[in-house]
């Protein structure tokens, strides 16, 4: 079954947003190291103490971008055609992140916003 594996939080000022989660929740927030653009990785804690779901910040590049849930699938090129098929949207192509997998975002039947993550290096 797919789950939601990772979160981004689209921000105008990234800085301010990484104090703010970071003073709200205890989040631990450091710099991704081979990103092509300024983008923090989000650590975040269970309740019962065990790690979380890992989630990102980065800077707001369209208006409209707030919140992005990232659903794992065993094959984003698979998913992406299902999207399509079911008459959902691929509003961000495939792309891939380094060291991670691929990436895909989409929106549902009814205009909402979610992500694909195919996970290749585990």
Request: aromatic fraction near 10%; hydrophobic fraction near 35%.
């Amino acid at each position: 079954m797919a789950s939601i594996i990772h979160f981004d939080i689209s921000a105008e000022d990234v800085l301010r947003a990484k104090s703010f989660y970071e003073n709200l929740f205890g989040w631990k927030i450091e710099k991704f190291p081979n990103g092509p653009t300024e983008y923090y990785l989000i650590e975040t804690l269970a309740k019962t103490g065990e790690k979380g779901i890992g989630g990102g910040i980065a800077k707001r590049e369209k208006s409209g971008q707030h919140i992005t849930n990232f659903i794992e699938v065993d094959s984003i090129d698979e998913a992406i055609a299902k999207v399509r098929e079911l008459g959902g949207e691929i509003v961000e192509p495939k792309s891939m992140i380094s060291n991670i997998g691929y990436i895909a975002g989409c929106k549902d039947t009814e205009g909402n916003s979610f992500g694909l993550m195919e996970v290749t290096e585990k």
